[in-house]
Nanobody, 119 residues
Framework: VQLQASGGGLVQAGGSLRLSCAVSGTILRIHDMGWYRQAPGQQRELVASITSGGTANYAGSVKGRFTISRDRAVSTTYLQMFSLKPEDTGVYYC??????????????WGQGTQVTVSS
């Protein structure tokens, strides 16, 4: 199983970005999916998550500005980010809880994509 994250970049404050995370490999079922970020010198924190049923959860700092979604047909999760702020800067990682076989279930991480918001 592999997760491939993309869509990061440099944007001015107030701008928008859309991150994507595609899952590939042997997949029986994808359970929860989520996006985390890590700023320099700080711990990785949860930004948003979405259940297999489509229920989304957001960190307070991004609520109302970010939207997480998922497309089952292409095993991909998205993070649409609006009204970006300099404090949103960091490396964004996707994570997915995946059953690859009936007896095998684990969390998998993507490689991270850099988001830089300039003031």
């Amino acid at each position: 199983v592999q997760l491939q994250a993309s869509g990061g970049g440099l944007v001015q404050a107030g701008g928008s970005l859309r991150l994507s995370c595609a899952v590939s490999g042997t997949i029986l079922r994808i359970h929860d999916m989520g996006w985390y970020r890590q700023a320099p010198g700080q711990q990785r924190e949860l930004v948003a998550s979405i259940t297999s049923g489509g229920t989304a959860n957001y960190a307070g700092s991004v609520k109302g500005r970010f939207t997480i979604s998922r497309d089952r047909a292409v095993s991909t999760t998205y993070l649409q980010m609006f009204s970006l702020k300099p404090e949103d800067t960091g490396v964004y990682y996707c994570k997915a809880d995946i059953s690859s076989h009936p007896w095998a279930r684990a969390d998998y991480w993507g490689q991270g994509t850099q988001v830089t918001v300039s003031s």
